[in-house]
């Protein structure tokens, strides 16, 4: 499975971006999909992910209230919508696959190559 991730960009703080996830790849929807983010000099970090059908999903803490993770397997598609961005909300943001749905980045097998997100204040 290949990734390729996109949306990012700069905003300001309250504003709202939508990131998209795009998969090559005819069993793209029988994997859970995820998102993580790292900002520069810390660690990469859970962030959402959706089971293969899209009836399960798991935030963050952090962003629970206003991002949305779904997807849309006709497309090979997942999408990350941000709302209320927060300038703390600044890093790459990284798509993965896995098996099942996980927010331990080791359970993903596939990553995308990320794309900024830069928040300002």
């Known amino acids: 499975v290949q990734l390729q991730a996109s949306g990012g960009g700069l905003v300001q703080a309250g504003g709202s971006l939508r990131l998209s996830c795009e998969a090559s790849g005819r069993t793209f929807s029988s994997y859970a999909v995820g998102w993580f983010r790292q900002a520069p000099g810390k660690e990469r970090e859970f962030v959402a992910a959706i089971n293969w059908s899209g009836g399960s999903t798991s935030y963050a803490d952090s962003v629970k209230g206003r991002f949305t993770i779904s997807r849309d397997n006709a497309k090979n598609t997942v999408y990350l919508q941000m709302n209320s961005l927060k300038p703390e909300d600044t890093a790459v943001y990284y798509c993965?696959?896995?098996?099942?749905?996980?927010?331990?980045?080791?359970?993903?097998?596939?990553w995308g190559q990320g794309t900024l997100v830069t928040v300002s204040s």
């Open positions: 993965a696959v896995s098996s099942r749905l996980t927010i331990i980045p080791t359970g993903y097998g596939y």
